[in-house]
Nanobody, 126 residues
Framework: QVQLVDSGGGLVQPGGSLRLSCAAS????????MGWFRQAPGKEREFVAA????????YYADSVKGRFTISRDNAKITVYLQMNSLKPEDTAVYYC???????????????????WGQGTQVTVSS
């Protein structure tokens, strides 16, 4: 049973930074893809970033490219989302997700991920 625990959200001013963490357990994640999604009030959940655990290839939504970085710590089995130059429109609940069946072509697909964290709130406001 895969378990994902999100953390690291909070309130930050525009232009500030936050680092989200996703601690994973219950499997060997060697062949998994790990993703970050977000959902703002009144909006659908959307793709933010993803990483292939096997080759560390990364993928980003255009809206966060150049500002956000996804990375991992193998020893801690933890995936991070470093968020810099935050904007008010980045305000959302952020969710970590994982699945072992994802390919390059499906990395951004919300419905492709079977396992989800509980979410962590990020609020960007002055």
């Amino acid at each position: 049973q895969v378990q994902l625990v999100d953390s690291g959200g909070g309130l930050v001013q525009p232009g500030g930074s936050l680092r989200l963490s996703c601690a994973a357990s219950g499997r060997t994640f060697r062949n998994y893809a790990m993703g970050w999604f977000r959902q703002a009030p009144g909006k659908e959940r959307e793709f933010v970033a993803a990483m292939s655990w096997s080759d560390s290839s990364t993928y980003y939504a255009d809206s966060v490219k150049g500002r956000f970085t996804i990375s991992r710590d193998n020893a801690k089995i933890t995936v991070y989302l470093q968020m810099n130059s935050l904007k008010p429109e980045d305000t959302a609940v952020y969710y970590c997700a994982a699945d072992s069946r994802i390919t390059i072509g499906t990395m951004r697909g919300l419905l492709e991920y079977s396992y989800w964290g509980q979410g962590t709130q990020v609020t960007v406001s002055s």
